[in-house]
């Protein structure tokens, strides 16, 4: 995780920003404290990266890289604004004494790239490009399924599905286009779908252990979905950092040793 410091809307690279509408670095550092103990109490180790002046979307770790079986496929960002961020996540790993792979293609990391035990799920439409998926299955030696996107509104895989566990996911059949679509009920027939209405508080960027969902607290519908289906919800507000389109996955980082 990437304590949010310097965080603040200063552009718009997603329709969800407005840097008229004012966001405080204080109440987004305050909010982002109880996602963090809400991992420590349940017994999940943070490490956190430093976080730079200049650089206000870096509390969105999940975007930094996506690290499966302790290889670190490294981000490279589609907008200029974040640039920066793909080379400070990669030093950070390399410091760790993990191999990096520096990307040839534009990927933003763990928002596009969501990890099953047997797959990888990859978004692509707004951010990740199509030739990243590829690279990333022939870095990881995973397979990788791309997913098309198609509202502006979810411009990342995990604003708009999440994986439960290693097999199943929760999603919000809107975000994908007809062909993703088919593919996704085709592969998870038990998912559990998600209302625009819970999508749009950004409750699918929700983490998942298996047994405990820390999710957006306006998302009561799919908290609802989610204790009928046997999982224990963690509800957290992060209203502020919304306002930069993030919430609680796009606060985090799963690093896969
Ligand atoms: N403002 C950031 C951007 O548009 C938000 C990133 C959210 N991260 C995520 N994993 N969805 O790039």
């Not at 963090?36 to 770790?61: C, N, Q, T, W």
């Not at 960002?77 to 990096?100: I, N, S, T």
């Not at 998302?219 to 930069?244: H, Q, W």
Request: hydrophobic share 45%; glycine share 10%; with cysteine.
């Amino acid at each position: 995780m990437c304590r949010p410091e310097f965080f603040a809307v200063t552009y718009a690279i997603n329709p969800w920003m407005d840097p008229a509408a004012g966001a405080s670095a204080g109440k987004a550092l305050e909010q982002w404290n109880t996602l963090k103990a809400a991992y420590e109490s349940l017994g999940h180790r943070v490490s956190l990266i430093d976080p730079i002046d200049g650089l206000p979307d870096m509390v969105f770790a999940a975007n930094g890289a996506l690290v499966v079986d302790a290889h670190v496929y490294g981000a490279k960002f589609a907008h200029a604004e974040r640039a920066d961020e793909g080379p400070a996540y990669a030093k950070w790993f390399a410091e760790l004494g993990l191999p990096v792979k520096e990307a040839n293609f534009t990927n933003e990391g763990e928002g596009d790239f969501l990890t099953l035990d047997e797959v990888i799920l990859a978004g692509t439409g707004f951010r990740t490009d199509v030739a990243a998926h590829m690279e990333a299955q022939e870095f990881l030696g995973r397979p990788v399924v791309t997913l098309r996107l198609v509202d502006p509104r979810f411009y990342h895989l995990d604003t708009a599905l999440f994986p439960l566990d290693g097999h199943n996911v929760a999603y919000y059949p809107g975000a994908f286009s007809e062909g993703s679509l088919r593919v996704l009920r085709r592969m998870f027939p038990d998912a559990i779908i998600a209302s625009e209405e819970d999508a749009l508080v950004l409750g699918l960027n929700a983490v998942s252990d298996g047994k405990n969902v820390i999710v957006n607290a306006e998302a009561t519908g799919l908290s609802a979905e989610l204790e009928r289906g046997g999982y224990s919800v963690i509800p957290v507000d992060l209203s502020e950092l919304r306002k930069a389109g993030g919430g609680p996955k796009c606060c985090t980082l799963e690093i896969r040793l």
